[in-house]
């Protein structure tokens, strides 16, 4: 039997259990550190030949030059037109409904003129040059190629470049065809510190990126966290979160496969049940025990379930709402008869999945919504990626020779007031007398 820690909210120590459940920090790892670091530093200092030579080392490859890691356009192409059919018509359709999502997030410029003739305003620009990140070999996830160059494509990113390692020389086709399908402009086969390093420094054959997107592992987390300041990042992304809010109405079944669904990403992944209903929750106990033994990834569920997943009974969705809002779930599924009243209610959360036959795993590749989410209780400040992420605002600023006259003397008084000179004498410069 999975032994999944049980609380309940009318424990005594319930705050106690619910922290050391919550409690997460993914501890430095001195020597990734310090290879990161050395990595990093090589980059700057050698370009193109410290990420030929660390690519070769750590992914098992021959390259002579980094023309033998880029990707042609022809070769992105033939990965899509050699799809299977059906593999195929899931992208498009997959691409389709990101794309129609993300659409609708644009965001405008806008100004107003005062009655003196100033003017103010805002003005929208996309990003010259975005990096992608995408895992690769075994681990492949073309749905991660498809949430983060659509949105950046949607923004109006001029040149989007992709890197993806692949280990022993194994490419992934649906990862190159999502690749074509999402307008990425050039693709390296390089990845971990090296890859983030070329991206954020520039190399003789890597153009320097504005911001870095995509998840990776502890190495690449670790670089991009480096890097973050001479380059923009998305975010530095802790394990894959589900938490489930039920009334026991649902189908256990259904609850036990979308509690592995996040479990099977990593052992560190987790998983958690709120319900009202104890007996529903021996249930769903109960599907683990029968489902667990189909699953490829038996060993690695378990050990997530064991080690962070959580059966928790409370009193009433109230409570549980309100346990919902404390833990700021990635992913949040109101698994609930009626579920629609409660949605407002939930303050922090990356995505709400609403009722029994909304499945996470949609989410993940074809709802719409960007799976790039807020992870470890981030989703109190910060929100899903998107095209506002590939956006920048910049101020406008048009003083009138009328407004120059009473701007002029308010910001002279203040500066005056903060002892700096310059700054009144410049606001005077501009007065009628």
Request: hydrophobic content about 45%; glycine content about 8%.
């Amino acid at each position: 039997m999975v032994a999944i820690k049980r609380l309940a909210t009318v424990d005594a120590d319930f705050k106690a259990k619910m922290d050391a459940l919550l409690a997460f920090e993914a501890a430095a790892d001195e020597n990734i550190e310090r290879t990161v670091a050395n990595i990093l530093a090589d980059v700057k200092t050698r370009g193109d030949a410290a990420v030929v030579e660390c690519t070769n080392k750590f992914d098992r490859l021959r390259a002579a030059t980094m023309a033998d890691l880029e990707l042609s356009k022809d070769e992105l192409q033939k990965a899509l037109d050699s799809l299977p059919a059906d593999r195929r018509a899931a992208l498009e359709a997959a691409a389709g409904r990101i794309k129609a999502y993300h659409e609708r997030q644009t965001m405008e410029g806008w100004s107003y003129t005062e009655g003196d003739g100033t003017m103010l305003g805002q003005m929208i620009t996309a990003l010259d040059r975005v990096g992608l990140y995408v895992p690769g070999g075994k681990a492949a996830y073309p749905s991660s190629v498809l949430m983060n160059a659509i949105p950046a494509k949607v923004a109006g990113v001029k040149e989007l470049i992709m890197v993806v390692p692949t280990p022993g020389g194994e490419h992934n086709q649906l990862v190159q065809a999502a690749a074509c399908l999402a307008g990425v402009d050039r693709v390296f086969t390089i990845g971990g510190a090296q890859a983030v390093g070329a991206l954020a420094y520039g190399t003789q054959t890597v153009p320097q990126v504005d911001k870095i997107v995509g998840p990776g592992n502890a190495y690449v987390a670790t670089a991009k966290r480096r890097v973050f300041g001479i380059v923009g990042i998305d975010m530095v992304a802790g394990p894959s979160e589900i938490l489930v809010v039920s009334d026991g109405s649902g189908n256990p079944d259904w609850v036990a496969m979308d509690l592995f669904s996040q479990a099977e990403h990593d052992e560190l992944a987790q998983s958690i049940l709120i319900c009202t209903d104890a007996a529903f929750i021996e249930q769903v106990q109960a599907s683990i025990e029968k489902l667990l033994p189909t699953m490829p990834r038996r060993e690695v569920i378990e050990t997530s379930l064991t080690n962070r997943g959580a059966f928790i009974l409370v009193r009433d969705i109230e409570e549980a709402v309100a346990i919902a809002n404390r833990v700021a779930p990635e992913h949040l599924e109101l698994a609930l008869a009626d579920p629609d009243p409660w949605v407002s209610k939930i303050h922090h959360a990356g995505a709400i999945f609403i009722g029994h036959y909304t499945s996470e795993s949609l989410g993940d590749y074809c709802a719409g919504p960007n799976h790039v989410l807020p992870t470890s209780g981030s989703a109190r400040f910060s929100s899903p990626l998107g095209v506002y992420d590939f956006q920048k605002r910049t101020s406008l600023i048009k003083v009138s020779q009328a407004g120059a006259q009473t701007l002029g003397r308010i910001a002279r008084t203040l500066a005056e007031g903060e002892g700096l000179p310059a700054h009144a004498q410049s606001a005077a410069y501009r007065l009628d007398n």
